[in-house]
């Protein structure tokens, strides 16, 4: 009762319009959902985020979700994940993520999904990492591990998203490092970003998981700018 009493003061808004949700719809109205970019990446072997890594990482797989557009709607998505706190949309994302993926081949054989790590600095600013819940109900889906404490970062840094693409490449992997053990040798890991520009953030964090003997290494972002 309360909660109904709630949403009539308060009621829940689309992130992508701010119409107000009906009864089924949840985080994102219906219209928003069906006007999504999402890739062809299912179906396509070489696909964009995985050659965007052609001769800097060796990967068995790379996929993104959705493609991310200034002013669209996974841009909104992925602005309320990241800086409102709206963790429930991690959720939703990895859901729909398996539902597009989780039957393809490239999952079969994955073990470990890890996030790319904030600096703990960051972690108390922000208060939690944005791929927490969007890493751990893909890895429930998948029923493999999620790791978040396996690779940490270093070194304290400004955010990239004011930096232009050029900057973004100037990443040193040294701002990374792994906690590996034998009990992490010849795993599969699936690296998770919420968007990738350059790239250079998860060049970066690969390289360090390719230093794991026998580790082999696949890429899933939520989205992938096109522009």
Known sequence: MIKNLINLLFPPLCVGCNSILLQNENIICLKCR?????????ISAKNTTYTKFYGRLSLEYAFSLLYYRK???????????????????????????LDRFRNHSAFQDITTI??????????????????????????EGLHIQYNETLLYRDHYSKTQTRKNIFNRTEINSDLFNCHASERDFNKHFLLIDDVITSG????????????????????????????
Do not use: M
Not at 71 to 97: D, F, P, V
Not at 201 to 226: F, H, N, R, V, W
């Open 34 to 42: 069906h006007e999504l970019p999402f890739t062809d990446h299912p």
């Open 71 to 97: 002013k669209g709607i996974a841009q909104q998505l992925i602005h309320h994940l990241k800086y409102n706190n709206k963790q429930e949309i991690g959720t939703l994302l990895a859901e729909w993520y």
């Open 200 to 227: 250079a953030t998860l060049e970066a964090c690969g390289k360090q998981l390719l230093k794991i003997p026998g580790a082999k290494l696949s890429i899933a972002t939520i989205a992938y700018t096109d522009t």
């Open 114 to 139: 890890i996030p790319v790590p904030l600096h703990k600095r960051r972690l108390e600013e922000r208060g939690y990492n944005q791929l927490t819940r969007f890493g751990q109900t893909l890895a």
